[in-house]
């Protein structure tokens, strides 16, 4: 095969200058288009969301098939195209970004897993219709609970928009359910929700659950209760949130002082 030649077309800026310690979520970055390019930012700010394909020069091309070791160390080997691992023949990153702000040749953004000085080979915009709401993925969570907690997080907030009231005790409902039951887009999993269309609309997102075809999720209005029956197979977990409003001191207290807990 010949040899395909690629130009940067920009670099990234960031305060994080370690691969190792990079957060798997990403970070905030300003990306610095270089001016001769700069004429293909025209209306970029249309978007708020934006595809980022990086070089990650520090990455191992020798490498076909490993396991997602930094997630947890339990997990199988895949191969690389089946991961999102840096290490792969060519190692293009792809980053889903928050596009924050747009200043003249420099792009503000949010969600950036590339450190300091990384290349940047292109810029695409996410559209409404690169969606798909229920995808079929493998089970690969992290071992440790706070990085768990900080994945749920980030996909709840992508979903609802806002971090309210709501999404903090769906999160913290959706996180019971998965250190029991593990993935929570799972075909066989259902969720019946009771409470604030915010307590649904998060736990919809986290679970992908769908309303039809097939009816996954239902939901039920209530100013009174907030409640969420997960039923997989022939096992059920209820919780019911027992909290007075103060989410203030969620982080501190244990599953079962924030909920009633009824399993079957
Ligand atoms: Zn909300």
Known sequence: MN???????????????????MSLQGCCAVIEIFPEYAAALEKINE???LWVLCWFHEARRDVLATSPKRVN???????????????????IALSLVRLDKVAENRLFVSGLDAVNGTAVLDIKPYYEHDIVFSPRTPEILPLDRQMRKKALEKEAFLHHRESCAGLRIAVRMAQVVQDRWGKLNDDELYVAVTGSACLADVIQGLTRARIANP?????Q??????????????KVISLTWLGDGNLGRMDALPDHELFRIEMS
């Open 3 to 21: 040899a395909i030649e690629l130009r940067p077309i920009g670099t990234v800026h960031s305060a994080e200058k370690s691969t190792d310690r």
């Open 47 to 49: 978007n708020s969301h």
């Open 73 to 91: 160390p339990d997990l199988p080997t895949y191969g690389v195209f089946a991961l999102r691992t840096p290490s792969r023949p060519n190692p």
């Open 215 to 219: 009816p996954r999720f239902c939901f």
């Open 221 to 234: 209005p209530s100013g009174e209760i907030q409640r969420s029956a997960w039923r997989k197979n022939d």
